[in-house]
């Protein structure tokens, strides 16, 4: 089957440095895709050659099955919005708008009438008249979304939409942009460095590092089955325990043997186990002492509301473990620093990595 988009191969170069090194990436009708990694990891670069911007060095760069990787950015169709608003302070929203719909060649009428149709879809009828100035850095970045949106655009590339905004807009808008983006249908790729972003609002994170492609999954894929140190560190937090592997489901951290699911990794090798806070279980010391326990030492803890973050000294793993308890947890009152307890790290949670 032919995915509506797909990269194959795509290399790019800035003089010696080494941007991009075969970049493998199909995306599918529907689909909202996030470009995610570290700063300086090739995401703007990528998307910028999607967009035509940039042109790749090596690889294709198909829509449709048709190779589009010669077309200037006009001729591709593509609706783009990025982090700055980019409107035209002495034109108003709606002509905002409608200027994106000249390439069209609409008529002014239907213009008018399609602007007024977009300042509805994004929630801004009543503002149609007012200059960029007038309006907040949202309601801006809502005009720049129905104007990228306007012409019908064969695919919508999101630069970074709303780091420029404060918290609480930022987080109300990702939602608006999701569920336009469903209601649509319309295929995304937005490019964000922030991992709750693109975990709340992708269909699929695409990982980046290093200009290459790390790990690509569904956000509970890279978060519960990640694949890499990398990935693991990056998205969520995770206690990485240095271990060697022992049998296809036990490893030895230290002088322990840890039960874990079966890994792929040969007996003898060096690997890293990871466990997410939240799935560490912290029990009173003495109880349930089954597989994969042992006694810690708590050393502080950090109310956060609706949960209490701690860190403990585990000796016989000779690591600080980070743990999360729910806000109603039983063992909760008993956690004075300096006191003991047991803890657990369940067989199902631990990820066994290549170190
Ligand atoms: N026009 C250019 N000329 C030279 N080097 C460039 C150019 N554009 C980008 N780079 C370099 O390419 C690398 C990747 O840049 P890119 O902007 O794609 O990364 P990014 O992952 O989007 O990072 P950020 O989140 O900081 O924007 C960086 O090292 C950057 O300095």
């Not at 995401?43 to 048709?66: M, P, S, W, Y």
């Not at 695409?206 to 200009?211: E, F, K, N, T």
């Not at 937090?237 to 060697?244: C, G, K, Q, S, V």
């Not at 039960?259 to 040969?266: E, G, N, S």
Request: proline share 5%; glycine share 10%.
């Amino acid at each position: 089957m032919t995915s509506y988009l797909s990269l194959r191969g795509v290399g790019k170069s800035f003089g010696a440095s080494r941007v991009l090194d075969g970049i493998d990436l199909d995306v599918e009708p529907g689909e909202f895709v996030c470009l995610l990694g570290p700063s300086g990891c090739g995401k703007t670069t990528l998307l910028r050659i999607v967009c035509g911007i940039e042109r790749a060095d090596q690889g294709q760069l198909l829509l449709n099955g048709q190779d589009i990787a010669g077309l200037p950015p006009a001729a591709r169709g593509f609706g783009v919005v990025f982090q700055s608003y980019a409107l035209f302070p002495n034109l108003t929203a709606a002509q905002n708008i409608a200027y994106g719909l000249h390439p069209t060649g609409a008529l002014a009428r239907e213009m008018a009438k399609r602007s007024r149709e977009m300042l509805d879809l994004v929630g801004l009828a009543a503002h149609a008249d007012k200059y960029p100035v007038q309006l907040s850095g949202g309601q801006q970045q809502r005009v720049a979304l129905a104007r990228a949106l306007a012409p019908n655009p064969r695919l919508l590339l999101l630069d970074e939409p709303l780091s420029a905004l404060d918290a609480q807009v930022r987080a109300s808008l990702r939602g608006e942009i999701r569920a336009l983006q469903k209601r649509l249908g319309i295929v995304t790729i937005m490019v964000t460095h922030d991992q709750e972003e693109a975990l709340s609002m992708a269909d699929r994170v695409v990982l980046m590092h290093d200009g290459r492609i790390e790990q690509a999954g569904t956000p509970g894929e890279l978060y519960h089955r990640p694949r890499t140190r990398f990935v693991a560190g990056f998205v969520g937090r995770m206690n990485m325990l240095p271990a060697t592997v022992l049998a296809g489901d036990r490893v030895r951290v230290r002088d322990s043997e840890l039960h874990c699911a079966p890994v792929a990794l040969q007996v003898g090798a060096q690997a890293t186990v990871g466990i997410r806070p939240e799935q560490v279980v912290v029990r009173r010391f003495g109880d349930g002492l089954g597989a994969n326990s042992f006694a810690a030492r708590l050393l502080d803890t950090e109310f956060l509301g609706n949960r209490t973050a701690a860190r403990l000294a585990c000796e016989p793993l000779g690591i600080e473990i980070e743990a999360e308890l729910p806000a109603d947890h039983r063992v909760g009152e008993a956690l004075v620093p300096s006191s003991m307890v047991h803890i657990e790290l369940p067989q199902h949670a631990l990820s066994v990595l290549a170190r």
